[in-house]
């Protein structure tokens, strides 16, 4: 549900500077003892020509992948190399939350990683002799779903690929019970996050909470720090990251009035909005599913309470979100870690292509994006390995991911290392329409801060 945030591009990738990279290899200690990142000198990383990065990228080693192909490198086959592998297929299973009492929740990962085998078995060939075969499974928003379908897969496919589950603790001791390497769109849980097989391509940690996300709100609303609020959804995921969120704040000079966790089961937000009026809170922060989120700002709107800011994680970037909340979400501010839809690269615009033809009429998403990406470096590492395809060789190649794009279609991220990254970007909600609000281009740059949540 919720997860650390570091940037938007217009362009196709990013990198950082030495120093940048040293925020990534060590966080700064306890939330109070927080440093300032050292950015670059305008505070932000630019974006460049979409190159691959010497590891990040998982380019393979020279004679193996030509360029503008995944897979033509790889030949030959090892036949039946290890489960869910023979000589012309590798089957991964994607868990995503599809049913529960948020439908569809994240069902946008689940059709991405489907759209990205489509498009690789049509137009990429396969890999050494394989082609790739999806099976999908529901988590069902719940732990218990979660740990059944992961049990399931553990047997019928080779790796899980793509998978955003909210309740993702569940699943983790079967994964790690069998051994099959989980590559995920993003993990969400303190849990699973610490499962030895699990790697999310959002590599962000609970505990791990870049300075530049309450940086750059407070550059952006500087009246606003002494009276912060925060609420969030009373759910593991994101109470977890309410909690460290808020740590981080407070770290970076935030002041907070009012925090309170609300029920999923609540329908009426009026008292919160009272006790926010009361507070005399001027920014909102948010955690939670963007539905709970168009809840809570319609009942700010009912009582005629009207924060200098509401901000939010990567959820409410939804065409969903505007559409149900209308002018009461105006004015929302989100963090987040991935290409503008409205300032769409050569991969973004390959994801929706294809995402159009396997489910004609969705919407791209955050999620899928990440989805896509996660099926694509899979894809890469499938290749690097070449045709003796292991669990064990394949989680020996994730762990030396450290600076992954996606080829610009998510922020630099350290896949392997398990560490959230330094450097995001806010989008403002404005008429209806998004556009970036800090920085002016490229990405905001920070220190980790460890707020001992979760870690």
């Known amino acids: ?114 759209a990205f085998v489509e498009y690789f078995n049509a137009t990429q060939g396969a890999i050494c002799g394989r082609k790739l075969k999806l099976v999908s499974f529901d988590s069902r928003t719940d732990s218990g779903g979660d740990q059944q379908a992961t ?86 995921a994101s109470a977890q990251n309410a909690r460290s969120f808020q740590k981080a704040a407070e770290a970076r000079g935030f002041t907070f009035v009012y925090t309170q966790a609300i029920d999923i089961a609540d329908v009426n937000y009026a008292p919160y909005v009272a006790q926010l009026k009361e507070k005399g809170a001027r920014i909102v922060y948010w955690v939670g599913s963007a539905q709970y989120a168009v809840r809570l700002q319609q009942a700010m709107r009912q009582q005629g309470y009207t924060p200098d800011a509401f901000v939010t994680d990567p959820t409410a970037y939804d065409p969903q979100y505007v559409r149900q909340g209308g002018a009461a979400v105006d004015g929302t501010v989100v963090f987040t870690n991935a290409a503008l839809f409205e300032e769409a690269n050569a991969q973004q615009k390959l994801y929706r292509e294809w995402l159009a033809r396997v489910a004609p009429g969705a919407a791209p998403s955050y999620f899928g994006m990440f989805a896509w990406a996660a099926a694509r470096l899979f894809v890469q590492l499938a290749v690097k390995i070449g045709p003796q395809l292991t669990r064990k060789a394949m989680l020996d190649a994730i762990r030396g991911v450290h600076d992954y794009t996606g080829e610009g279609l998510v922020a630099p991220q350290d896949v392997g290392g398990k560490r959230t990254s330094a450097c995001m970007s806010l989008v403002r909600l404005k008429g209806g329409a998004w556009a970036r609000l800090a920085p002016a281009s490229g990405y905001s740059c920070g220190s980790l801060i460890d707020t001992g949540v979760g870690g």
């Open 1 to 114: 549900m919720a997860l650390v945030a570091c940037a938007l591009i217009a362009g196709c990738g990013s990198r950082l500077t030495a120093d940048q990279r040293a925020a990534l290899a060590a966080p700064q200690g306890a939330a109070g003892e927080a440093q300032p990142g050292t950015p670059a000198e305008d505070g932000t990383v630019p974006g460049d020509n979409g190159t691959p990065g010497s590891t990040g990228d998982a380019k393979p080693a020279q004679g193996q992948t030509p360029p503008g192909s995944i897979a033509s490198g790889c030949s030959g086959t090892g036949g039946a190399t290890d489960k869910g592998v023979t000589a012309g297929e590798i089957t991964i299973a994607n868990i995503s939350d599809i049913s529960g009492p948020v439908p569809g929740l994240f069902q946008s990962a689940q059709q991405a990683t489907k």
């Open 151 to 236: 049990t399931q897969a553990c047997e019928q496919a080779f790796a899980l690929v793509g998978s955003m589950s909210a309740f993702d603790q569940g699943g983790g001791p079967a994964a790690a019970g069998c051994g099959i390497p989980d590559l995920r769109a993003s993990t969400v849980t303190a849990q699973r996050q610490r499962t030895a097989v699990t790697y999310g391509v959002a590599s962000n940690q609970v505990n791990l909470v870049s300075s530049a996300m309450p940086d750059l709100v407070k550059a952006s609303y500087p009246d606003t720090v002494g009276k912060a609020a925060f609420l969030y959804l009373n759910a593991d």
